[in-house]
């Protein structure tokens, strides 16, 4: 079991764990259509929430490809979760790991993905030992591309119909940085 050193705050934001009381939040950003449109799943049932939620909050290892970390994203000062982001370890031999994120509408349009996603980036590379740090997005996610652009992160794919959405062929970006990228950008 791996734990990050949670909570941090950011400008405007606190990174925590995710608890128990965390359901109705997850549940009101997590079941909208319009937040899965591009995550190639459909949204979480209140159950998927619940099972979702009881993994979170147990915490997971970061040593075999394929495990993974949640942060819940609160504005600094208040309890509820506008939205979450994760790390995914990809290659434990090489240190790769994949980053996303997933807002509430309801808080979008603020930065706070940005300032989430950047501060979760560094967690990554100071605690977890990441060498290279990637996003794979649909590439008619917009908002999420301009996410990635704005952290800085460079685009070195776009895969094109490498994945099928319900009856749509859908297309990715794959955005990356690297360690000392990131060190040397942000020094
Ligand atoms: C992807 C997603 C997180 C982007 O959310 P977002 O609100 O656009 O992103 P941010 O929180 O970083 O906000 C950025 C916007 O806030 C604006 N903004 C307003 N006030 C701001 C402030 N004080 N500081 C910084 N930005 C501010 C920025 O200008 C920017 O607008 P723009 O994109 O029109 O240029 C969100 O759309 C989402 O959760 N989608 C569903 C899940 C998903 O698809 N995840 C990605 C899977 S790969």
Redesign the pocket.
């Known amino acids: 079991m791996i734990r990050l050193s949670l909570p941090i705050t950011t400008e405007r934001l606190t990174l925590r764990p995710f608890t128990p009381d965390d359901l109705e939040d997850l549940y009101a ?1 997590q079941s909208l259509p ?2 899965a ?3 190639f799943r459909p949204p979480l049932t209140r159950d998927q929430c619940v099972q979702s939620l009881a993994r979170r909050v147990a915490g997971t290892a970061w040593a075999e490809d394929g495990d993974d970390l949640v942060v819940a994203v609160c504005r600094t000062g208040g309890a509820t979760v506008v ?1 979450e982001v994760v790390l995914k370890l990809a290659s434990a031999r090489a240190c790769q790991a994949e980053i ?4 509430n ?1 309801a808080y ?8 989430a996603a950047s501060a979760t980036a560094s967690l990554a590379f100071a605690e977890l030992g990441v060498h290279r740090l990637f ?4 590439v008619l ?1 917009s ?2 591309v ?2 990635c652009e ?1 952290l800085g992160m460079r685009r070195e794919a776009h895969l094109v119909e490498n994945d099928l959405d319900g009856e749509r062929w859908g297309s990715e970006y794959v955005y990356a940085t690297l360690a000392h990228e990131w060190k040397a950008d942000r020094a």
């Open positions: 950003y319009e937040v449109r591009y995550l939205g996303g994120w997933i807002f509408p979008g349009g603020r930065g706070y993905a940005t300032e996003a794979r997005l649909d996610n908002g999420s301009r996410v704005r």
